[in-house]
């Protein structure tokens, strides 16, 4: 059964960082590009990080650019999201989501191109 897990969520304080992780079941995560979701409470799900398959493409959400690093590891069926400098409106789920890409540098501009996501990873940040 092909499935995403997230892990490494939790709770820090303002300035804190956070390193989450999504592991990859069932497929081969070299095939499929990356991206990390977040949704906050009473808040849309929006698209925070994205990394292609070869990694030469990413793409970060203005709220965290320079804040956040998108990287994979695809022999380890693994992607990463490092945080630093957490703020108080990082506060979310974290969603992991896998895209098939026929492309080695594509990267979907819309989330219904995800087709594999994780249950998510709760990230709460205190000011």
């Known amino acids: 059964q092909a499935q995403v897990e997230e892990s490494g969520g939790g709770s820090v304080q303002a300035g804190g960082s956070l390193r989450l992780s999504c592991v990859a079941s069932g497929f081969g995560l070299a095939a499929y590009a990356m991206g990390w979701f977040r949704q906050a409470p009473g808040k849309e799900r929006e698209s925070v990080a994205g990394?292609?398959?070869?990694?030469?493409?990413?793409y970060y959400a203005d709220s965290v650019k320079g804040r956040c690093t998108i990287s994979r590891d695809n022999a380890e069926n693994t992607v990463y999201l490092q945080m630093n400098s957490l703020k108080p409106e990082d506060t979310a789920v974290y969603f992991c989501?896998?895209?098939?890409?026929?492309?080695?540098?594509?990267?979907?501009?819309?989330?219904?191109?995800?087709?594999?996501w994780g249950q998510g990873a709760q990230v709460t940040v205190s000011s």
């Open positions: 990394i292609s398959r070869n990694s030469r493409r990413t």
């Open positions: 989501a896998a895209s098939f890409s026929s492309i080695v540098d594509g990267l979907p501009d819309k989330e219904s191109a995800y087709t594999y």
